[in-house]
């Protein structure tokens, strides 16, 4: 494959795309209602136009980047191409003699045109894109024009998903063409959460699943690091924190996570850390035990002590030198006080400064949340400090939604950010939860005022970790995780509202997972169920 920096006039090659339009506008059937059938791109586009030919990708494939306005000096573009190019190729063997072919049906170069300069993977950046692959007018070069090369990227997955070997004429067809995609995502966060302290996840797993968020388009790995069970990360400030890991081996070194956030960024993948406190930080304690209230006491952390909030400041100093994205999460979840009101040093101390343990929870998060604005962070919280404590909370909260119904609704009323992950739907651990569970389940549920609407960020599925580790952990999360990807991307006017219109385009989702070496589970049965009888992939 041969790569060029085609520094082509952009005027040319929006004439280009332009007249290919036309024809294309002028042959295709552009199948308005109804015009899921027969396509097969998941999740599905903002809007698609195809015909019915066949056209056919040279093997030796050129990409062509207009340099004028987006150099792709970082090579994100050019790794995204490689990467696609792998997963069409597989293990096929080639014909390589195609002087057979009508030539003008062939591919031979990608042109694409990116008008931002930057490649900087901002929180909210423009993920949109245009594809076309024109049949008459132009049929040698497939066009992506998209505001930043993550739009660019995205469109060499939808471009991947109309692609197919033949085995045959051993060549690789692009069906249904030509095509005309223009695409964006309804919400800019569609994230999945990944649970590190249940069960540690070496980072060749964590690099695995990544790849397959770019599958479906999803954007935001929140990684929940460290919990009660384990803390499995260095923080070079208090080096005795990852005592706290279940072995020597089970942890990651501010190196490798480096390399997990870049290597997702380079994917279009934010991650969110979440460091979850006062309650779920019995781990930390192992290695600083005046951590805890009391060696029999553990959780939540000691909020009377102010090394507490010393290490709390540590912990996000060494993370911010790291995690670039925006947000950090500070959980805050399921905080039981009993500890601070029965253990004498804490109770005395809760006397003096006049708290309750009520008080003294929200004491611990808003100081906690001042850390992690002096940081320049945005904070993620969950839920319950909203229903504790709302109004106190920074404005800065996103509120993250998992347990109880009408809180998204109360939160955006009150003027939050939210991010929807309720348990009853969008939790990948309930395995008994359905695909079509998932599918179905909507952020903007009874939210009606357009300026509520807007601060509903997205959702994300939650792959908590208590029954996961590296061998179940693909399965568990695909695909279930793909349907939401389609709630989260696809406009809401084209989401089906009845899920069985869409169980033949996910099987065939799946498949193609399974084909890229991901172990999705198939469709029938509950949540990473095996098969149930011999049989082609498309119909499990
Ligand atoms: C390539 O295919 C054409 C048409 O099928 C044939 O005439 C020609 O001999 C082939 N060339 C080689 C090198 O196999
Ligand atoms: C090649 O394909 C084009 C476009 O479909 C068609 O117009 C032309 O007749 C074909 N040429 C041959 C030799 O089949
Ligand atoms: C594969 O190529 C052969 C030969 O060109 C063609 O007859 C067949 O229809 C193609 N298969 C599919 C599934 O399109
Ligand atoms: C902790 O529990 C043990 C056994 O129940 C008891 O002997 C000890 O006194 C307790 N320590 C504290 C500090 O409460
Ligand atoms: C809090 O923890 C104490 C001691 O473990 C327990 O007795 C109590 O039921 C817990 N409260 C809640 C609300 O879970």
């Given at each position: 494959m041969r790569i060029e920096n085609a520094v082509m006039g952009r005027k040319g090659i929006l004439q280009k795309i332009f007249l290919g339009s036309l024809v294309v506008h002028l042959l295709?059937?552009?199948?308005?209602?109804?015009?899921?059938?027969?396509l097969k791109i998941w999740?599905?586009?903002?809007s698609v136009s195809h015909g019915r030919g066949t056209l056919y990708l040279r093997n030796d494939l050129e990409l062509r980047i207009?340099?004028?306005?987006?150099?792709d000096a970082s090579g994100i573009f050019k790794d995204g191409f490689f990467r696609f190019l792998e997963i069409l190729k597989g293990d096929h063997v080639f014909?390589?003699?195609?002087?057979?072919?009508?030539?003008?049906?062939?591919?031979?170069a990608i042109h694409v045109v990116i008008v931002s300069p930057s490649d900087e993977l901002q929180h909210g950046v423009d993920e949109s894109y245009k594809l076309s692959v024109p049949?008459?007018?132009?049929?040698s070069y497939a066009y992506i024009e998209a505001k930043t090369v993550y739009g660019a990227l995205h469109a060499l997955e939808t471009f991947s998903q109309v692609c197919y070997f033949n085995h045959s004429s051993r060549v690789i067809e692009i069906r249904q063409a030509p095509w005309i995609i223009f695409d964006e995502p309804r919400f800019s966060y569609r994230g999945l959460l990944i649970d590190t302290s249940r069960h540690f996840l070496p980072v060749p797993v964590i690099k695995k699943v990544i790849d397959s968020m770019t599958f479906a388009k999803?954007?935001?790995?929140?990684?929940?690091?460290?919990?009660?069970?384990?803390?499995?990360l260095e923080i070079p400030s208090y080096?005795?924190?990852?005592?706290?890991?279940?072995?020597?081996?089970?942890r990651y070194s501010m190196a490798q996570a480096a390399e997990i956030v870049r290597y997702a960024q380079r994917r279009g993948i934010h991650v969110l850390a979440e460091i979850d406190?006062?309650?779920?930080?019995?781990?930390?304690?192992?290695?600083?035990?005046?951590?805890?209230?009391s060696i029999n006491c553990t959780q939540p952390?000691?909020?009377?002590?102010d090394f507490t909030f010393k290490v709390i400041d540590g912990i996000l100093s060494d993370i911010s030198k790291i995690f670039k994205y925006r947000f950090v999460h500070l959980?805050?979840?399921?905080?039981?006080t009993s500890c601070w009101t029965s253990t004498p040093h804490v109770s005395n101390w809760l006397k003096e400064q006049g708290l309750n343990g009520d008080e003294a929870y929200r004491y611990f998060v808003l100081k906690a949340q001042e850390i992690a604005l002096s940081y320049g962070y945005k904070i993620v919280n969950w839920e319950e400090t909203f229903v504790n404590f709302g109004s106190k909370l920074s404005r800065e909260t996103v509120i993250h939604h998992w347990?109880?119904?009408g809180v998204v609704q109360q939160a955006v009323a009150a003027g939050f950010q939210c991010i929807v992950s309720n348990q009853e739907s969008w939790?990948?651990?309930?395995?008994?939860?359905?695909w079509k569970t998932f599918y179905a389940n909507?952020?903007?549920?009874?939210?009606?005022k357009p300026q509520q609407k807007a601060l509903v960020m997205g959702g994300e599925v939650c792959m908590w970790g208590e029954r996961v580790d590296g061998s179940d952990i693909e399965q568990t999360i695909w695909p279930r995780a793909a349907a939401a990807a389609e709630r989260l991307w696809t406009p809401y006017d084209k989401v089906?509202?009845?899920?069985t219109e869409v169980t033949e385009r996910l099987a065939h989702f799946r498949c193609l997972l399974n084909q890229r070496g991901v172990a999705a589970a198939p469709l029938?049965?509950?949540?990473?169920a095996a098969p149930?009888?011999?049989?082609s992939c498309y119909k499990q």
């Open positions: 295709v059937i552009a199948v308005a209602a109804g015009y899921n059938k027969g999740p599905m586009p903002v207009d340099g004028r306005m987006y150099s014909q390589t003699n195609i002087s057979s072919f009508n030539s003008s049906l062939i591919i031979k049949m008459l007018g132009d049929p999803l954007n935001v790995l929140h990684w929940h690091i460290v919990d009660e069970e384990s803390f499995p080096p005795k924190l990852w005592n706290g890991a279940y072995s020597s081996s089970e406190a006062p309650g779920h930080a019995k781990s930390w304690g192992i290695g600083y035990p005046s951590l805890w209230p952390l000691d909020v009377s002590n959980g805050g979840d399921e905080v039981n347990l109880r119904g939790y990948l651990d309930n395995v008994g939860t359905t909507e952020p903007l549920f009874n939210i009606r089906a509202k009845d899920t029938t049965g509950w949540g990473r149930m009888e011999p049989g």
